[in-house]
């Protein structure tokens, strides 16, 4: 392998590390700092000037009215709903389990081609989603049989994960052949625009941005800490790395590496306490991996993008 592939691997490698220690780190900040409207705003605005700025140094494009619509409904449907719902079901499950439905991703996404776009499901790929609807629903059995607060809360982010996941396939889906068409520096930069133009008015008008927690927080330095994480590395330098690892890794190579995300997370989150070992995770990971694997391996099966929360598509971000 030429150093320029062994550089594109590491970058690919690197991006799904983050993002899955991003998970533990925004439940942390949602249930210590941050509402889901301020981590909306902020992740929003910091990606937003980051990307303006570079648009500055890198080819201008002129976009067509029909594609900036879709755009637009991507900003919409591709970050501000399915974060919203996202950093709603982090305040109510776990990352592990999180991280689980997250991996149903590629799924998802198949399950959607096929719906709207005639995308045949192979016996491989049907397979592939039976292990991985086997694998959410030991996460759901698991949940319901839990007693106390957890039992409730757990089933309703596990609900709230799957409707995320859900609502970011589409707009992957909907949204492919744009993200082929422009320069990811020009579609986030309107995409995260467009977030901001919609969630911040909102976070200040309702007054909720001067009762963050983070404000009054005796541990502010590591809020500060979380929040410089969450915008310099898991949105900044993943949306600037995928790009560049995606010139020498190809799309199907990407997708397998996203299983990286819910192992990491998951081993994070048990790492530092937030979460606990029980034997129905690893089984449940193994299912849904396997689904995963199968469903982005078939070899008739179109290029999956690469990230939850992460941008472009097909073979992505």
Not at 177 to 188: A, L
Request: aromatic share 10%; net charge positive.
């Amino acid at each position: 392998m030429n150093p320029d592939k062994w550089l594109g691997h590491a970058m690919i490698i690197f991006t799904q590390v983050v993002l899955g220690l991003n998970i533990p780190v925004t439940r942390d900040l949602l249930l210590h700092y941050l509402s889901p409207l301020a981590y909306i705003c902020i992740r929003a605005v910091g990606a937003a000037l980051f990307f303006w700025v570079m648009q500055f140094f890198a080819r201008r494009e002129r976009i067509e009215r029909r594609d900036f619509r879709l755009i637009l409904l991507g900003g919409f449907l591709g970050f501000v709903f399915s974060q919203y719902l996202t950093s709603l079901s982090l305040q109510y499950t776990t990352p592990v389990y999180f991280s689980l439905i997250l991996a149903l991703f590629p799924v998802v996404v198949m399950l959607l081609q096929a719906v709207f776009f005639g995308e045949r499901i192979t016996r491989r790929k049907l397979l592939g989603i039976v292990l991985g609807v086997a694998g959410a629903a030991i996460l759901a059995v698991r949940a319901a049989s839990e007693t106390g607060a957890n039992a409730g809360s757990n089933l309703i982010g596990i609900g709230l994960a799957m409707i995320s996941v859900t609502a970011f396939a589409a707009y992957v889906v909907i949204c492919g052949d744009i993200s082929r068409k422009y320069q990811p520096v020009t579609q986030m930069k309107w995409i995260f625009s467009v977030s901001c133009v919609l969630v911040c008015p909102v976070w200040v008008l309702s007054g909720q941005w001067h009762e963050e927690q983070l404000w009054t927080s005796p541990d502010l330095i590591v809020g500060l800490l979380e929040i410089g994480f969450l915008i310099v590395l898991c949105t900044i330098a993943v949306y600037t790395l995928i790009p560049i690892g995606m010139r020498t890794v190809s799309a199907t190579v990407v997708s397998i590496y996203m299983n990286l995300q819910p192992v990491v997370a998951s081993a994070a989150a048990i790492l530092i306490g937030m979460d606990v070992f029980t034997w129905d995770k690893p089984a449940a990971l193994l299912l849904v991996l396997l689904g995963a694997y199968i469903v982005t391996t078939d070899r008739r099966a179109t290029g999956i993008p690469i990230a939850h929360g992460s941008g472009k598509s097909r073979g992505k971000p």
